[in-house]
């Protein structure tokens, strides 16, 4: 992006700002969903020096509160009694699919002490202007329906670096 000056500090373009949120309590929300639905990630603020930046509109749902461009990453650690669950995570922003499909979450059998597993969302850029809203996704992609909740308290993380 051209015409930032990151040593003006009136602008509103200032690196280094960061949010990072987590799943907080809930461990019993299913991720397991015919259709891309809504994940509690960002439940309980983690960690953040940023004041105005973005908004926690609900559990699900933050609010971009500037134009510019962020660098984005999460990890969304599950578990199941299921076998052979398979589900997958996706960014959505303004209710549209951004950046990289996340890593496959696959459960192969828990009854052989294999119950848990991890989507991880690969760090991207993604330009936002004011008012933008992102949320992450989850989604079957498999015939497993067994339910399929966040693994541990306060270990699934979203993070949001603003770089420009």
């Known amino acids: 992006m051209s015409g930032i000056n990151f040593n003006d500090t009136d602008s509103k ?8 949120w987590n799943n907080g309590t809930d461990e019993s929300t299913n991720l397991n969903t015919a259709t891309y639905t809504a994940a509690p990630i ?8 940023y004041s105005s930046e973005f908004t926690k509109n609900s559990n699900t749902e933050i609010q971009v509160n500037f134009d510019g461009i962020v660098l984005f990453w999460a990890n969304l650690g599950m578990q199941s009694a299921g076998t052979r669950v398979c589900i ?8 549209s699919t951004v950046g990289p499909r996340s890593s496959v979450t696959y459960i192969r059998n828990s009854g052989s002490g294999d119950s848990e597993s991890s989507a991880i969302i690969s760090p991207f850029y993604m330009p936002v202007v004011d008012g933008d809203t992102i949320d992450i996704r989850t989604i079957n992609l498999a015939n497993a329906t067994d339910t399929t909740t966040f693994y541990g308290t306060n270990q699934n993380y979203v993070t949001i670096l603003r770089v420009a």
Do not use: C, L
């Open 13 to 20: 373009a200032v690196a280094g700002i960061f949010a990072q």
């Open 42 to 49: 960002f439940t309980q603020e983690a960690y953040g020096n």
């Open 88 to 95: 997958s995570a996706r960014t959505h922003k303004n209710g």
